[in-house]
């Protein structure tokens, strides 16, 4: 059920939706940096497992 938020509806609607998707874009970031973390971390320990 949305309210009714009159002349305000397209400004508030649309403030809504850019917030999702900038909160949307920032979980994907994050994922996407952690991934790259953690493949840079493997590396580096299967580095200095074979180098002893």
Known sequence: M???LGKYA???LSSYAISVV???GL???SL???ARVR???DEM???RKTDG
């Open 27 to 29: 979980i994907a970031l």
């Open 45 to 47: 320990e299967s580095r």
């Open 22 to 24: 900038l909160l949307a």
């Open 2 to 4: 949305i309210p009714d």
């Open 10 to 12: 397209g400004a508030v």
């Open 39 to 41: 493949r840079q971390l």
């Open 32 to 34: 996407w940096r952690g």
